[in-house]
């Protein structure tokens, strides 16, 4: 390769590093504006919630988002929910599974969601013989 060409491919690649890195260029902005929202979020939340650990959170989202270790989104938050019920035991864990994919009722400022999946199953021989 000549040095004409190796100039050529060196800014082609600079180029293309540059273009991947416009995303994020316009992150820092936006985690800014993200944690003045969540700081917000923190003003408003009733008196019996710990407004400290609700900014130290927020904090802490900040720093992990900067460094890249924060991921939002639906397919985060299927990982997240997966990882916690392959922590249960084997029946256990095939039955949290199908409840997190079912459709959530309630919410966070009501006291809670509510998921459930209903198994059936079947009865046992000495049960159905009475």
């Keep these: 390769m000549t040095s004409m060409h190796r100039g050529i491919r060196s800014q082609a690649l600079l180029l293309t590093g540059l273009l991947a890195a416009l995303p994020l260029l316009a992150q820092p902005a936006d985690l800014q504006q993200r944690y003045r ?12 919630h710990d407004m400290a650990a609700c900014q130290r959170e927020a904090g802490a989202a900040l720093a992990a988002a900067r460094h890249g270790h924060l991921e939002d989104g639906p397919a985060a938050y299927e990982r ?24 959530a009722t309630g919410s966070v400022a009501g006291g809670g969601l509510l998921r459930e999946a ?4 079947a ?6 013989v009475k």
């Design 80 to 103: 997240n929910a997966h990882e916690r019920c392959m922590a249960l035991p084997a029946p256990e864990r095939y039955e949290c599974v199908a409840r997190m994919r079912t459709p």
């Design 37 to 48: 929202h969540d700081m917000a979020q923190c003003k408003q939340a009733p008196r019996s």
């Design 118 to 121: 209903v198994t059936p199953v």
């Design 123 to 128: 009865p046992a021989a000495s049960a159905a």
